[in-house]
C-alpha cells in the first residue's frame, strides 16, 4: 500500500498569510468611528477626537497599521 506524498509545488495548509496581502478595508473611506473601533476602545466623544487627530495625520494608512 503506497502513501501518497504532497506535491512539491502545493504550499503547505498551515502557513501564514503574508501581511503584505492581508487588507482590511473594502476602498471605502476610513472615519474616525473606523479607527476607534479597529483600537479596541470605546466610541466616546474623546476617543473619536483621538481617531480624528490620528486621521488627520496618517490618512487611511493609520486603519492599515493597527489592523493585520
Do not use: C, F, Y
Not at 478595508?25 to 470605546?42: F, M
Amino acid at each position: 500500500m503506497s502513501t501518497s506524498q504532497p506535491d512539491a509545488s502545493r504550499q503547505p495548509e498551515d502557513r501564514a498569510t503574508p501581511d503584505r496581502l492581508l487588507h482590511a478595508r473594502t476602498g471605502t473611506d476610513v472615519s474616525p468611528e473606523d479607527i476607534v473601533l479597529a483600537s479596541g476602545k470605546d466610541l466616546t466623544p474623546q476617543n473619536l477626537e483621538w481617531a480624528r487627530r490620528k486621521l488627520d495625520r496618517e490618512g487611511p494608512a493609520a486603519l492599515d497599521k493597527m489592523l493585520p
